[in-house]
């Protein structure tokens, strides 16, 4: 392939980001909770940004991780679309383990807690009576 060609084929980083940040949007609103669809192709859309170098990798996956977690903390959201963004949130905070894992296991510590904290949450709904699950 050549560059040219390349070029054409690739959107400028610019474009890359209001890309994700439309996907986003829509996850963080649950515009259409029955795609669960909307969720993956947002993680994709964020790992693009980051393997096309429009924005490093690990505010990447930090971002990703935290739109998937107030995604799912928002009691006006339906109760299955916000328990999809916690089970989706795994991708993100595995690749957040490989980037940090080692390097500042204290935020790696308060990631998972975070995690851990939001699917609490959710189970407790799932679990009470009368919850708006």
Do not use: F, K
């Amino acid at each position: 392939m050549t560059t040219a060609h390349r070029a054409h084929d690739t959107p400028p980083p610019a474009a890359l980001l209001r890309w994700w940040d439309r996907i986003g949007i829509g996850v963080r609103c649950a515009y259409n909770p029955r795609c669960a669809c909307a969720v993956r192709l947002y993680l994709e859309a964020g790992r693009r940004v980051a393997a096309e170098g429009a924005w490093p990798e690990l505010p990447t996956q930090r971002r990703c991780l935290e739109l998937l977690l107030q995604t799912a903390r928002d009691p006006a959201l339906p109760w299955t679309w916000r328990n999809l963004c916690v089970e989706h949130a795994v991708y993100p905070q595995a690749r957040l383990q490989s980037l940090l894992g080692c390097h500042d296991p204290v935020a790696m510590q308060a990631i998972d807690c975070a995690v851990q904290s939001v699917r609490d949450l959710l189970a407790g709904l799932a679990r009470s009576p009368g919850s708006a699950a």
